[in-house]
């Protein structure tokens, strides 16, 4: 079985940082692909970044380059994504997940874990 736990997310001012963490379980990081994903409320799902095991090959949104950044540790089984210069509009539920290679196209994914809360705010 294939589990996913996000922790890390918690209530920052803007201009804050934060680092999320993906734990996976179930098997090895090698050779697949983890993306970040956040979903705000109303809002749709958007994929934030991806990170593939392999090679470390990665992928950002546009609207996060240069403020975030994602990393793994395949010996731990973990993928981290660093958040950095936060703003209101960052606020969100931050997902990761888990398919065969890096996209941030949410429906290419297998495996999902329940989200870590993240709320920007003065």
């Known amino acids: 079985q294939v589990q996913l736990v996000e922790s890390g997310g918690g209530l920052v001012q803007p201009g804050g940082s934060l680092r999320l963490s993906c734990a996976v379980s179930?098997?090895?990081?090698?050779?697949?692909?983890v993306g970040w994903f956040r979903q705000a409320p109303g809002k749709e799902r958007e994929g934030v970044s991806c990170?593939?095991?392999?090679?470390?090959?990665?992928s950002y949104a546009e609207f996060v380059k240069g403020r975030f950044d994602i990393s793994r540790d395949n010996a731990k089984n973990t993928v981290y994504l660093q958040i950095n210069s936060l703003k209101p509009e960052d606020t969100a539920v931050y997902y990761c997940?888990?398919?065969?290679?890096?996209?941030?196209?949410?429906?290419?994914?297998?495996?999902w874990g329940q989200g870590t809360q993240v709320t920007v705010s003065s």
């Open positions: 179930g098997f090895s990081l090698g050779y697949f692909g």
């Open positions: 990170i593939r095991t392999g090679d470390g090959l990665t």
């Open positions: 997940a888990l398919r065969m290679d890096c996209s941030l196209e949410a429906d290419d994914y297998n495996y």
